[in-house]
């Protein structure tokens, strides 16, 4: 039995309790929040207890830590944890600062413990099934990416000013989709932006819609467009020219009903968010990494990976804010 | 806490038993099942214990009964949960008889007792949303109903020689979505069928193929068209015609992949076939039994719509046997 | 150049005049309607003249006739050309009279001339494409076939009196459309019909929905629904199952715009009537009657495809009225 | 009546002679081509005369030029025409220097003759209806604009050394969609490219992959993605968001048939290439032009946007080649 410390007890806290609670052989044990509350409903709801960050990393009965506090702990945590022997499931990103989190991977290397980063949209269905048909030829080698990522609506300004910016926070994920899918990593990047969905955005110093293109090391291409909203739900769409064909992965609906009227045809709007759109990946998520705790095996998006992002992040803010090219 | 009894250990059992665990309150306490291995697993597999109907039916603490055992063991356990004060959720079809049927629906009518019959399809997303919108008058009034019901292959000779047919044992559920969706009863039924996937299938005297007309008593519309085999998997659509348009409700995949390639272009077929499909539906069925349960409300698929559906199922083999249209 | 007369100078016969002009060594040379002002305008524009049935048939020189005229002048037409040694297009239904349309077959068969029926369906790309790919066994044998044909609204009460009735009207295509895609003959043929989009239908003993249900000689089955309004547009669609697979013929558009907003994610209704959605099949159906005359080969849709499709309206129309299935 | 000189009897030329030739009140008089042989065949089919351009210029009975010939001689021939007083339809592009290009814009100018250039695009059914909708305000005001523009395989070396590179010759047509649907001009643009397909494309000094990202002067946003080859066929759609939703054009296929098998679900790919895909856009454009010098109303594709897409490619040139943002 792996017992388990969640660190956050917050959306995405919630979300990650489930589905540790869901693994055969595995237990939540201490659920740590600063809200007392939130971790205390939380911890009473799977059988669990509340506690501080020493106590778990004094418990040598916990086998691994689940990190879904705010970033600005996340790097912490993880040194403490590799240092304390702990296997390490952390959210996105694993830091604002890419320094800190090259630190984060030394500190995992040297410890030896497994650590995985939550990029939930490489265990989406339809993602992973890209990506699968791909690896097996479908379509030839890759040659173009392009990447459709919009949010629903932009969080509140207070969140932004934490957030480290759109690139950061947001095409975090969608720069790990580009090295994952392209399996090649970037030699330039070029990234401009704008603040069209509300001024606000721009008062905190960034940008709510972005494009981005990218050449990587053997010139392959990829272009990816982001918004803070779509007025019509959560966008969260690729595709992939290969030399043989495109692969598209499309978004996810609620349900599989059409209406026909004199007003015209029309069908479902995409889940709404990301809670919705990626419920299954996030459950995919957690049970590969248990699967691969138990079984020994390297967890699929590594700490590297997220340090890579990061580093994609950081040039492409750069350029935005330098007007420039940036080589990496 | 609900304490509960499941009669049946096999496929559906096992996904019952799974539905049943997660609902808040509600505890699996019983499994019961001729074949012993079975129950002893999937009691094992929830902190359950293994019995027989005796037990269940004289134990006070027994709240409800799921029955997902054989078709022949339906209206005796339902009498006997009945009279026992059980609440009963059953699969469909409550029997093979009508006659057998009515005197459940009687059974339980008496005893006062909550029953709900399994059908799964309205509880479907997808079903159910098209129900919701036609409800609120969005293609205004229901004409026309068109059902297409494909398996992806056929049940062993051995399951055909005791389903009762294919009327009784696929098109209930085709028979059920038509009484839900047009909300009125058959005036004429008209079946026709064949046998065109498997010569077997005639063997035992049922046929693989079949298409049925049916006019109500204000005169709307309806044909079903069903096969034993569709080789593209589980094809579960139907669409309603109103005065105002129309709502198709469409099959589900499993990705949103679309493949474009030099020999066209290729989405997922549909969801292989019920596990999968009516997945969410199953889970919704038990969520909202025991939801009615605890509140007292009438449960939404009773046992008198399983009666009605087995009389079109009993017009419709009447129509396709001696060849005629039956009148109801 | 073979000259040629048209019989109508109405909606199909304008139709039908384009397309002849079209043709390479074709030419429009009479225009004949009882309305002389039609008749003179739609001559003028491609440069013919207007005249009259006897003229037509005492003109050696006019090598084709087409007839686009009132349904109850096509026999007696049909007869005519067939006596003058003229090669005849005629539009469906032949006649509302079984025996008037045979009696049309026998006069074309002693006369020795090409007479095309103007099933203009089995040229639309789409329906063609099906039928081509069926034969070339993309899906195995066919075994059933589901077809959906609405009308935007219905045509005026006068004309439904003199229209011999929804079966021999708009059936009839979907008659055709089954012994062309079945490639077998009707065994029995079940109809039942309603009254539910205008009563006015009704007085004058017609139906404005219905449902047909065929079985074939070798067992094969067809369902048939149809109704006279769509609020969403022509919806002609048509689905046929086979032993590999399912080939579905949709709708066309007349763009591929889709919009997404708050409110869903819409795309264009259908093109939105017979004029629209084959305009490509009315060419195509012209171009293939004159290449055949050209290389004196056998025309698509003969006469007796135009007499079989109406034995069928004729038995749908009995089943209907008498309540029976009638046996063919 | 008016007459017309057509330069140019290829495959472009062909399709405007028809086309020119379906205008009620427009007669093509000449044809003029270095081909003589493609010229006499063209004419012929059209009742028209082989000549050369300097009787066009010198008959006054020409009201009008169509410019379908090489790209070189396009300049000399539209500056000819605006000076002898003829309305001008010439292909895209005006000229492969931007210099050369403002000439023939000053010469029209001076002139006051009617010069259309063909940006077939733009009277594309789906992508006007797009360019309508937006103008309804379906989707607020347009944000960011995506295009995805590819071939189906890349034309012989000999034309790409001719061509003026892939900026010049292919997302010419992407640039004056940008400027379009946007409304807006371009600030800044960076474009980067590969060679991907084919290493001859390198060995001309171009390349056949690439990605563009242009900032508007009022900070819209957009991505351009073009590839010579996909193995699908011609890819043509772009995706404009605005504050209230998104507008996408589609590609348009042959046929609405989909294949259901034990393969996968599948449809047709888009139309081959831009004889199929634009062929009612090229009638649509004749039309208008023809229409537009009726009327003595102003074309909707001038030679101003001509030079303005010409200076988008130029810059998008300078981008690639001196791996910099430029500034317009």
Same sequence: chains 1, 2, 3, 4.
């Avoid at 998520?285 to 590594?302: I, Y």
Wanted: glycine share 10%; hydrophobic share 45%.
């Amino acid at each position: 039995m792996t017992e388990v410390a969640l660190f956050g007890a917050g959306r995405i806290g919630k979300i990650h309790a489930g589905n540790v609670a869901r693994q055969a052989g595995v237990k939540l044990r201490y659920v740590i929040d600063v809200d007392a509350a939130a971790a205390k409903s939380l911890a009473e709801q799977h059988g669990a207890q509340v506690t501080g960050a020493d106590a778990v990393f004094a418990d040598k009965n916990v086998g691994a830590v689940v990190i879904g506090s705010s970033t600005d702990t996340h790097a912490d945590l993880i040194i403490r944890a590799a240092q304390a022997g702990k296997a390490i499931f952390c959210e996105k990103p694993v830091d604002l600062s890419v320094d800190r989190a090259r630190a984060c991977a030394e500190a995992v290397k040297r410890a030896g413990v497994a650590c995985m980063i939550g990029f939930n949209r490489r265990f989406d269905p339809t993602f992973a099934a890209v990506k699968e048909r791909l690896a097996q030829g479908e379509i030839g080698d890759a040659e173009m990416l392009v990447v459709t990522s919009r949010d629903p609506g932009a969080p509140p300004v207070a969140y932004l000013e934490r957030s480290g910016g759109i690139f950061r926070d947001m095409l975090i994920h969608d720069f790990d989709v580009f090295r994952w899918i392209m399996q090649d990593e970037a030699a330039t990047v070029y990234a401009t932006g704008s603040v069209l969905t509300d001024p606000a955005v721009g008062t905190v110093g960034d940008v709510d819609s972005t494009a981005v293109a990218i050449r990587t090391k053997k010139g392959l291409l990829a272009v990816i467009n982001t918004s803070r909203r779509a007025a019509y739900g959560y966008d969260q769409r690729f595709e992939v020219l290969g030399s043989k064909g495109m692969l598209q992965a499309g978004n996810h609906k609620p349900t599989e009903v059409v209406s026909f009227t004199a007003a015209g045809v029309s069908g479902d709007k995409p889940e709404h968010f990301f809670l919705e759109r990626y419920r299954a990946a996030y459950a995919l998520e957690m049970a590969h990494f248990f699967d691969a705790l138990g079984k020994g095996t390297q967890v699929r998006t590594t700490i590297e990976d997220g340090v890579k992002a990061l580093e994609l992040a950081d040039a492409a803010t750069t350029s935005w804010r330098e007007k420039r090219i940036v080589e990496l």
